[in-house]
């Protein structure tokens, strides 16, 4: 059976149809780097983890046996043993040093409801003393050109001392 033209990468199966051999290499070198990716990122997580986990303490070690080279009376002689460092205190033992983490019956006791009254009776205070600058401004302009200044110096000339019409 002669190949079809333009097949590169494809294969006929025995039933005629047509199987893409490069784009199953290329998904399968994809997949497999993928799966390196994926296990190198779980060897850093464990990492991480044992990082992140706490040492246990050492056992207390005990005296060790004397050395057959030591006379009877080097070996006679008592050897202390070391003590264990004493575990840390918990946490809860910790003294609390920021103000969120101090007793409840230290903090004021204070209502919401009054908070948000005051606040409320704050902004309306501002809006009132704000709309009175702002009329007060507005007066005091219109009263200044209104009043003898802006009568003295008119551009046009009184009607007494204007010309007439021929």
Known sequence: MPE????SGLEIAPNG???????MQDRLGDLRRQRELVAEHLRWLDGEIAAATPAPLPAPTTAPAPLPALTNAAAAAPIP???APPPP????????TSPASAPQAALPDVDARSIKEQTQRGCLLYVVVGSLVLVGAAWLLVSLSRGSYAQDHRKTPPAAERPSRP
């Open 89 to 96: 205190p918990p946490l809860a033992a910790t003294p609390a």
């Open 4 to 7: 079809p033209r333009g097949t």
């Open 81 to 83: 043993a070391i003590p």
């Open 17 to 23: 149809a047509g199987v893409e051999t490069q784009g």
